[in-house]
């Protein structure tokens, strides 16, 4: 009986309660990339007088510096994020197989995020497991455990088919770890290919292969991309930059009301 009253009052409600929200024009609003401010003015249709963006950042003195001499030849490569399509660990994988069956010395770690597709989920861990002892399978590593992870590994594999903005991303960078990663919205927006970062067409397992096995090959090369990374990251991307930008733009804000 309760459970009628309840579907007869959500009934009821979707009468009068609105679907879909009136348009808005906003005065001020603050974007943390320009490809989230650029999708929101031209595909969304925003009617935004003051667009502004202020780049996210993330706390550098959680994450040690690293020297030279920390990094591990052959490299340690990991991919963090949900075991969906869309983050596409699965190319990942494949990649592995290629460069096992080159055997090249491969090892990847698959920290598992929670997964919004349970049937790809299982198909990525039944691939992981199919590729004897090559891929340790971490399940929803805790944030607070993050640094220490990042920490032990060399390479970060970032395979998204579209990101606004990359936390994850920034976290490996100030980490030091050298970035493999694909074209994919916010991101493009502090990646250099060679310079901070090796760059690969999304869902292309060879060429994914190909920058992997470049960096086992040249272990210089993993130390320049990681010491870039963090430097980018010191320069551009800390949360006390971000806050500073916020508290002005509010303070603007304020000053013209």
């Keep these: 009986m309760q459970n009628l009253v309840k579907k007869a009052l959500i009934k009821l409600a979707s009468l009068w309660i609105p679907t879909e929200p009136k348009p808005i024009d906003y005065d001020t ?3 943390n990339s320009k490809f989230v401010r650029d999708w929101c003015l031209q595909k969304e249709g925003w009617k935004v007088k003051r667009p502004v963006v202020i ?16 990094y591990h030849n052959p ?16 190319t990942c994988l494949e ?42 399978v971490r399940h ?20 998204s088919q579209i990101d606004w903005w990359p936390n994850a991303l920034l976290e490996a960078m100030a980490a030091g770890l050298a970035v493999i990663a694909t074209r994919c919205g916010g991101p493009d927006e502090i990646l250099v290919d060679g310079e901070n970062c090796l760059i690969f067409p999304f869902g292309d397992a060879d060429a994914l ?8 090959k040249e272990p210089d090369l993993v ?35």
């Design 29 to 31: 609003v603050t974007f």
């Design 55 to 70: 780049y996210g950042g993330v706390e550098v003195q959680r994450y040690s510096l690293r020297s030279p001499e920390s």
């Design 75 to 90: 490299p340690r490569f990991l991919f963090a994020g949900r075991i969906d399509p869309e983050k596409d660990p699965l």
């Design 95 to 136: 990649a592995v197989g290629r460069l096992a069956r080159k055997g090249l010395p491969v090892r990847l770690t698959l920290a598992a995020g929670t997964s919004l597709h349970p049937d790809y989920e299982r198909k990525v861990f039944q691939k992981a497991e199919s590729l004897n002892g090559l891929v340790e």
């Design 140 to 159: 929803k590593v805790p944030q607070s455990e993050m640094p220490k992870m990042l920490g032990q590994h060399d390479v970060f594999v970032f395979s």
């Design 209 to 216: 292969a190909g920058r992997m096995e470049r960096l086992i």
């Design 223 to 257: 130390i320049k991309l990681g010491q870039n990374a963090r430097k980018l990251v010191e320069e551009r991307f800390t949360i006390e930059r971000y806050l500073d930008e916020t508290e002005a733009l509010l303070k603007s804000v304020m000053r013209k009301a």
